[in-house]
Structures are given as C-alpha cells and as structure tokens.
C-alpha cells in the first residue's frame, strides 16, 4: 500500500481505532493497546509496539502508519517556544506552536483548526492566504502528539488560536476535543477555542456545555471599527455576538475570555478603553489585551503599529473600571514570527529554506 493510502493511528480516537482494528479482523483489546502505544508512550513506529504479535505489527506497517502530517520545518525561538511547519498528506501546510513560560512549569501547544482562514482579519498573517480548507478532528489532535513526540515534553494546555476560525469547522473541532480529553489526556479546562465570533458557532459549541474557555477575539468594541479589522463580522452585529456570549457563558457556567488587539491609533483610544468596559459590564468575562505583534502585508508593508507602554497602561486602566480582569498579554516567540497574528509570516520563507 501506497504511504498516502495508509491509515494514520495518531489523532484517531479509541472507536475510530476499535473500528479499523474490526476491519482489520482484530479484537478491541488490540485497538486499546495500539491507543496506549499512541497516547501514553508517544511511538514513532509501529514497530515499538512491542505487547502486539509480530504477525499483527507486521500487518499494520502494511496498512497504517503513525502519523502523516510531517514536520516541514522547525524554527526554536530565543525563549525557547518552538514554531512548527506541518505538511500534511495533500502538501498543504499548517503551522503550530509549542510555547513555556518562565513563571509556570506546563508547557502550551497552539494549533491551527484550519489552512488558510476566510475571516481575513487585517492584522493577521494568516487573513491574507485566505480560505484553503478545513483540517480533520484527527489533524487537529495530531498536531498536538507530533510536538509531543518531536519535542519529548508534555503538552499541558492547549489553545485554539493558530491558522483558522475553529467556529467555522465547529464539527471536527468539538470531535477533536472530546479526543484531547479522552486520549491525549488534557483536560476541557487546559482548552482554550479562539473565535472571531462566528454566532452560529458560539451557539453550537454551548450545546455541548464543556468546561473548556471560549475566547472572543473582539478587538474594537465599536462595529465600524471592528468591521473595518475583522470583515466577517458584518455578519453579526455587535448586540447578538454580545447576547450570543452572554449565553454562552450561562448554559456553561464558565467565564469567557475577551481579547482585544491594541493597534496604534485604531483600537487604542481612551473612548474605546470606555466602551469596552461598557459592552462587557454584564458579561462574565476576563479582559486580555493584546499589545499588536508586527506583522506584514504580502507586499512587505508593516500593517499597524504597536501602541507605546503609557497609552496600553492607560487603556487598560479605563477597561478595567466595570470590575474585570484585565490583562496584557504575555508574548512568546516574536522572533519567529510565532506570536498572535504573525503565523504564515514566515511561510513563503520555509518554503525557500
Ligand atoms: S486572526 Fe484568526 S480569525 Fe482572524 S484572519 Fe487570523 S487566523 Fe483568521
């Protein structure tokens, strides 16, 4: 069997698995062991699966393989975080990230829930390549187990926020959480889903009450400004995102996270700091700002600049006068482009490496 054709067991779950093992002829006890080899013991090769027969590691080297997505490049920051390139079987390619912090002993892995994205926001890297297709439960996962595996460290959180709006792929996106729990074994409260505020999508994910964080990537709390820098939110106005979210956080209990992106001149008034705190007065929420990580347009451009240290201090002030948290957020990896909206900055340039 061709490489392309075979089945891969990472990112798979334990019934998808139970299933190819049946087809296979194999009970399902055999399925839980191939499971354990995947998840507890991070195998390379079907070959390390050494409780399986010869026989049945031989037939499954013939139909299966470990992973197909293939790490086409690998860029390791001064801070230590670590910027994946993933080509996956049809040559398209999708980045993720690995990310420590000094101040906290876990690791975090960010990963893409899509190629290319349709929301084209324009600050983001990633808005500019447009809308390729969506990414499967199992790519998704394995995003997370190819870092593992490459890296040797355990992934203790894992954010949603790499190439693509995760509410427009909603299905293999809950599919790939219940997997995260279930076999990579990261908890829904280690999860944090990222949306542009995608209504239908925020919608869908409350129907499964998960204990995960939503995170609604806001950015101007006024609809001209946020329609100029996040397009496809003319879809829904402001109030029925705002009620959609109110919502959200009622049917689960859980406190959503709003990220706001500090542009220089567009997004960082003092009267936006008011408003901001006004549209979140009655939501249960924490506020995270994001300080603009230099990003450039396909023709090289710088496309915002980053507000000075006094006026994000001064924002954030004002937006903290409702009551909520507010917090600027900690940057990881700036020098390889790995930080919020700077993902496919260095794609064109991993291509050539
Ligand atoms: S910021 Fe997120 S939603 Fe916006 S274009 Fe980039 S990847 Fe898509």
Known sequence: MQEDDKFALSGKSLAELTDFCRELGLPAFRARQIHSWI????????????????????KLKQVATISKLKIAHLQI??????????????????ESVLMSFHDRPTLSACVSSQVGCAVGCTF????????IRNLSAAEIVDQVMCIQRESGKR??????????????????????????????GIGARHITVSTSGIVPGIRRLAQEKLQITLALSLHAPDIE?????????????????????RDYAETTGRRVTIEYV????????????????????DIHCNINLIPYNPTRNPEGQLLYERPSLAAQQRFKELASRSGKTVTVRLERGTDIDAACGQLHNVFDQARKD
């Open 225 to 245: 400004t946020r329609q100029e820098i996040v397009p496809i939110t003319k879809k829904w106005g402001l109030p029925e995102l705002m009620n959609s979210l």
């Open 262 to 281: 500090m542009l220089a001149g567009k997004t960082d008034s003092p009267e936006q700091a008011k408003m901001l705190a006004d549209l979140t007065a």
């Open 124 to 131: 983001c890297a990633t808005g500019y390549m447009g809308f």
């Open 39 to 58: 998840y507890s013991k991070w195998v390379s090769s079907t070959d390390q699966m050494t409780d399986l027969s010869q026989a049945i590691r031989d």
């Open 155 to 184: 992934v203790a959180n894992i954010v949603y926020m790499g190439q693509g709006e995760p509410l427009l792929n909603v299905e293999p996106v809950i599919e790939s959480l219940a997997i995260m729990g279930e076999s990579v």
């Open 77 to 94: 920051s001064k801070d230590g975080t670590r910027k994946y390139l993933f080509e996956l079987p049809d040559g398209k390619l999708v």
